[in-house]
């Protein structure tokens, strides 16, 4: 059986998910580099693939898909039973990692990657980080993690006291707001949050997927 094919970028946030997701599933993958630098984004072969011209882009087979979070859903659903469960088991479980997986793309990536956006990438571009956007967003995402500090008080994890595709999801922008945009505080001022964000980012898979473990 051929191995699914990633198209993407080491430093992309959507590839790092998706990424993680294969190797918590123990999937082999072949992986092609979309040289972003180079715009090979935007060039018609890959727009053939992917034709919002963003990163990643998996084949499977006959199958070709883009956006991340649907990736690793499809991944986490076709390859059920193998490597880590990470959808839930009961009706109940499977529901709360939805919900949660729901928060994280319109309650957390919003501020998660706007701040990120004008840390890292605007002056990448030669502008100016607007020190007032950033602000903004931090306070929203106070508010979330807030929320997050309270749920995480009675349960392990998001979703219960299984690691499933809800905590997954955090993994990118977490890390990238710790280690590079000098936002760590976010996460250590908040006991529970911290112990979570402990957990999560020393997870085997992750490691692999960032390169930080062979």
């Not at 972003?36 to 053939?48: E, M, T």
């Not at 839930?88 to 990692?97: C, D, F, H, P």
């Not at 402990?198 to 692999?208: F, G, H, L, Q």
Request: with cysteine; glycine share 6%; aromatic share 10%.
């Amino acid at each position: 059986m051929a191995k699914i094919k990633v198209y993407g970028h080491p430093i992309s946030t959507a590839t790092r998910l998706v990424l993680c997701c294969l190797h918590e599933k123990k999937v082999e993958y072949d992986f092609v580099l979309v040289e972003l630098s180079a715009g090979a984004h935007k060039q018609p072969q890959y727009l053939a693939l992917n034709p919002f011209g963003v990163l990643p882009t998996i084949q499977d087979g006959d199958l070709t898909l883009f956006e991340s979070r649907a990736i690793a859903k499809y991944l986490a659903k076709k390859y059920e039973g193998q490597g880590t469960e990470l959808l839930g088991n009961s009706l109940s479980e499977q529901a709360l990692v939805e919900q949660w997986s729901q928060v994280e793309g319109q309650s957390f990536n919003s501020p998660a990657s706007a701040i990120l956006f004008q840390i890292l990438i605007v002056p990448m571009s030669g502008g100016s980080t607007d020190e007032a956007a950033v602000e903004m967003n931090v306070e929203k995402l106070k508010k979330v993690l807030d929320i997050y500090e309270e749920r995480l008080s009675k349960s392990k994890y998001l979703a219960g006291d299984f690691f499933s595709l809800a905590d997954l999801q955090h993994l990118p922008y977490l890390d990238y707001l710790v280690t590079d945009c000098g936002k760590g505080d976010l996460i250590s001022s908040r006991k529970h949050v911290k112990a979570w964000w402990e957990d999560i980012s020393s997870r085997p898979a992750w490691k692999k997927a960032t390169g930080k473990t062979p």
